[in-house]
């Protein structure tokens, strides 16, 4: 592990065995036993390449480290080195690099400016947001900022689901109720209007089949280019992506491309040519398919309905092309539910046939349903609805929010109405998001809003307490000295101060690995780790006035007053991240 308090080390480490930076970085890490050591680095794999067995290694290894470090303490254990630092030693390692830059502890080179596009979010239109779609969008959105962070250069993508058979029926039933677009627009909800039309006129195609006749009259004058289709299709497209829009900014994403489905439809002739040159086309159930038997998949991947039409994959296919010709990406991930992992793998796999020199660089970033707790049965219910209504990502929102405020009220009831309300949606929706990204993402989710906003669970609301803590110590030792003396590492020497450090040094690698595993989890727990410690620093206070913050010593409380800071600055990056708002109060 290369971060703050190992980098100086590894150098020293290295020479002694003879060993490459890199090898040494791989082995060095927190001990396996808490509490045991600061840090430890096994030496069975370093041992041949230094000519001596491993625990002759781990002593020399020490040594060296401790006549060239001061504040270090290193031992052999058997074949095990174990490092021990002084605080200061610690406090000296993080705090320096800190004052230069403070989002330092969660920044890594390790994508070296290597590029990577996220489809994520990706929804259908025509339909609202609803509550499970938090999971691809806030996921991709924790995703794309952790790549950034790590020095990746990202492009973030809304593959929106405007194309298909959908659109036929909408048109269809808008032709038979007669609509016109004022109807539309004089509707309260545009999306609701459309959702609601798209219910009854697939109810009345079910029993009749003029009906699904002409919604796939429809649909085939949609594809070749008829205006009034055309038209009418925009209105539905605008429409949704208005309301689609209003909440992407109230949870804070972000695209830079929103080509869709759509954009492909007349983009994808290369690409067929190219599949039936290659001898790879095969026609199954009058479909036009690629056979992928030999890779192990059972069914083939679905290019072309029996009628012409295109299919998902296809469109996938050439969109990932495209993003290839313009973005050069090194890696791709599609943050789509597990439900989609088959689709993935057959055009993945019809990508590696065409020989795609990027075939190998594509990720799909699954992960599992949101289950919602049902007050009224007692129980789990995979399908979140209200009255029969899927429920909107917006409705838990508001209600996330409402109930936040409520929280905050009772909490702190003279802070002013402004704040109230901007610290309010920051809790709310920090508690769902987070809910969302605290554990593995191939898990189901289970939302409970009590849970969700419980200030003393792992939740958001409990990371952004923390950090509304240290905040408001930075404002109590502003108020009482004007003219502190300066601070100080070498004062910080409590056990508490240190572990607050070592848990700061460890976001690095947390960081690392969450990008390496696309797993926003990873980092969720170790800001939840830190804010623990956070918080045993903070209440020791409470019993031993010599271990406040703002103690007698001036001096001391000065560099005790540093390590609020950038502590304080590590959280509040930490919750941005992830996607979560970081309120100064709360
Ligand atoms: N629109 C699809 C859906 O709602 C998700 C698209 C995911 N992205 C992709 N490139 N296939 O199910």
Same mark, same amino acid.
């Given at each position: 592990?290369?971060?703050?308090?190992?980098?100086?080390?590894?150098?020293?480490?290295?020479?002694?065995?003879?060993?490459?930076?890199?090898?040494?970085?791989?082995?060095?890490?927190?001990?396996?036993?808490?509490?045991?050591?600061?840090?430890? @680095?096994?030496?069975?794999?370093?041992?041949?390449?230094?000519?001596?067995?491993?625990?002759?290694?781990?002593?020399?290894?020490?040594?060296? $480290?401790?006549?060239?470090?001061?504040?270090?303490?290193?031992?052999?254990?058997?074949?095990?080195?174990?490092?021990?630092?002084?605080?200061?030693?610690?406090?000296?390692?993080?705090?320096?690099?800190?004052?230069?830059?403070?989002?330092?502890? $969660?920044?890594?080179?390790?994508?070296?400016?290597?590029?990577?596009?996220?489809?994520?979010?990706?929804?259908?239109?025509?339909?609202?947001?609803?509550?499970?779609?938090?999971?691809?969008?806030?996921?991709?959105?924790?995703?794309?900022?952790?790549?950034?962070?790590?020095?990746?250069?990202?492009?973030?993508?809304?593959?929106?689901?405007?194309?298909?058979?959908?659109?036929?029926?909408?048109?269809?039933?808008?032709?038979?109720?007669?609509?016109?677009?004022?109807?539309?627009?004089?509707?309260?909800?545009?999306?609701?209007?459309?959702?609601?039309?798209?219910?009854?006129?697939?109810?009345?195609?079910?029993?009749?089949?003029?009906?699904?006749?002409?919604?796939?009259?429809?649909?085939?004058?949609?594809?070749?280019?008829?205006?009034?289709?055309?038209?009418?299709?925009?209105?539905?497209?605008?429409?949704?992506?208005?309301?689609?829009?209003?909440?992407?900014?109230?949870?804070?994403?972000?695209?830079?491309?929103?080509?869709?489905?759509?954009?492909?439809?007349?983009?994808?002739?290369?690409?067929?040519?190219?599949?039936?040159?290659?001898?790879?086309?095969?026609?199954?159930?009058?479909?036009?398919?690629?056979? $992928?038997?030999?890779?192990?998949?059972?069914?083939?991947?679905?290019?072309?309905?029996?009628?012409?039409?295109?299919?998902?994959?296809?469109?996938?296919?050439?969109?990932?092309?495209?993003?290839?010709?313009?973005?050069?990406?090194?890696?791709?991930?599609?943050?789509?539910?597990?439900?989609?992992?088959?689709?993935?793998?057959?055009?993945?796999?019809?990508?590696?046939?065409?020989?795609?020199?990027?075939?190998?660089?594509?990720?799909?970033?699954?992960?599992?349903?949101?289950?919602?707790?049902?007050?009224?049965?007692?129980?789990?219910?995979?399908?979140?609805?209200?009255?029969?209504?899927?429920?909107?990502?917006?409705?838990?929102?508001?209600?996330?929010?409402?109930?936040?405020?409520?929280?905050?009220?009772?909490?702190?009831?003279?802070?002013?109405?402004?704040?109230?309300?901007?610290?309010?949606?920051?809790?709310?929706?920090?508690?769902?998001?987070?809910?969302? $990204?605290?554990?593995?993402?191939?898990?189901?989710?289970?939302?409970?809003?009590?849970?969700?906003?419980?200030?003393?669970?792992?939740?958001?609301?409990?990371?952004?307490?923390?950090?509304?803590?240290?905040?408001?110590?930075?404002?109590?030792?502003?108020?009482?000295?004007?003219?502190?003396?300066?601070?100080?590492?070498?004062?910080?020497?409590?056990?508490?101060?240190?572990?607050?450090?070592?848990?700061?040094?460890?976001?690095?690698?947390?960081?690392?690995?969450?990008?390496?595993?696309?797993?926003?989890?990873?980092?969720?727990?170790?800001?939840?780790?830190?804010?623990?410690?956070?918080?045993?620093?903070?209440?020791?206070?409470?019993?031993?006035?010599?271990?406040?913050?703002?103690?007698?010593?001036?001096?001391?409380?000065?560099?005790?007053?540093?390590?609020?800071?950038?502590?304080?600055?590590? @959280?509040?990056?930490?919750?941005?991240?992830?996607?979560?708002?970081?309120?100064?109060?709360?």
């Amino acid at each position: 592990m290369q971060d703050l308090l190992t980098a100086p080390l590894i150098a020293t480490i290295a020479e002694t065995a003879k060993a490459t930076a890199e090898q040494v970085s791989k082995l060095l890490g927190p001990p396996t036993k808490a509490g045991m050591a600061d840090l430890a @680095l096994p030496c069975f794999a370093l041992a041949k390449g230094a000519g001596c067995n491993p625990a002759e290694l781990a002593g020399n290894i020490a040594s060296a $480290l401790e006549t060239t470090h001061p504040g270090i303490q290193a031992q052999a254990a058997g074949p095990f080195l174990n490092i021990t630092l002084t605080p200061a030693a610690v406090a000296q390692a993080i705090i320096t690099p800190c004052l230069e830059n403070p989002q330092r502890p $969660l920044r890594s080179q390790l994508g070296d400016g290597k590029t990577i596009c996220v489809d994520f979010s990706s929804p259908n239109i025509a339909k609202h947001l609803a509550f499970h779609h938090i999971r691809s969008t806030m996921i991709g959105n924790a995703l794309a900022h952790l790549y950034d962070a790590a020095g990746w250069n990202t492009v973030r993508i809304n593959f929106l689901g405007d194309w298909g058979t959908a659109f036929g029926r909408l048109i269809a039933g808008w032709k038979r109720e007669n609509y016109s677009l004022n109807d539309l627009n004089s509707a309260e909800d545009k999306v609701t209007f459309l959702n609601e039309l798209y219910v009854r006129i697939s109810q009345a195609a079910k029993a009749d089949e003029t009906v699904m006749d002409e919604a796939r009259a429809w649909s085939k004058k949609l594809e070749d280019g008829d205006s009034e289709a055309r038209e009418l299709w925009q209105i539905f497209k605008d429409a949704s992506l208005t309301e689609f829009n209003r909440v992407y900014d109230l949870v804070g994403v972000h695209f830079d491309s929103w080509k869709g489905e759509a954009y492909y439809e007349d983009k994808m002739q290369p690409l067929l040519d190219e599949l039936e040159h290659s001898g790879l086309l095969s026609v199954s159930d009058d479909a036009t398919v690629v056979d $992928l038997s030999d890779v192990g998949l059972k069914k083939p991947c679905l290019i072309k309905r029996a009628d012409g039409g295109t299919l998902y994959a296809t469109r996938d296919l050439t969109a990932c092309d495209d993003r290839f010709a313009e973005f050069n990406f090194d890696r791709s991930v599609y943050v789509v539910d597990l439900g989609q992992s088959l689709h993935f793998k057959e055009w993945y796999a019809v990508a590696k046939k065409l020989g795609r020199s990027y075939a190998d660089n594509l990720r799909h970033v699954g992960f599992g349903i949101v289950l919602m707790w049902d007050e009224e049965n007692e129980k789990w219910a995979r399908v979140a609805t209200r009255n029969g209504v899927p429920m909107l990502l917006t409705d838990v929102l508001n209600e996330s929010i409402e109930r936040a405020r409520a929280i905050i009220e009772e909490k702190n009831p003279d802070l002013p109405e402004a704040e109230k309300e901007s610290v309010a949606k920051a809790v709310g929706m920090g508690a769902v998001v987070f809910n969302d $990204l605290k554990n593995g993402r191939t898990n189901d989710v289970k939302f409970k809003f009590e849970d969700a906003l419980n200030m003393q669970g792992e939740t958001g609301p409990y990371l952004q307490f923390a950090h509304a803590r240290l905040c408001s110590i930075e404002r109590k030792f502003t108020d009482l000295h004007s003219d502190a003396p300066a601070a100080n590492t070498a004062l910080l020497t409590r056990t508490e101060e240190k572990d607050v450090l070592l848990h700061i040094s460890r976001l690095q690698a947390a960081l690392e690995r969450a990008v390496d595993e696309d797993e926003p989890s990873v980092l969720a727990s170790g800001l939840l780790s830190l804010a623990s410690t956070v918080s045993s620093w903070l209440t020791a206070g409470n019993t031993d006035r010599s271990a406040r913050v703002l103690c007698e010593d001036a001096a001391v409380s000065s560099s005790r007053l540093q390590l609020v800071r950038i502590t304080r600055a590590t @959280l509040g990056e930490g919750l941005r991240l992830l996607g979560l708002g970081a309120p100064e109060r709360m």
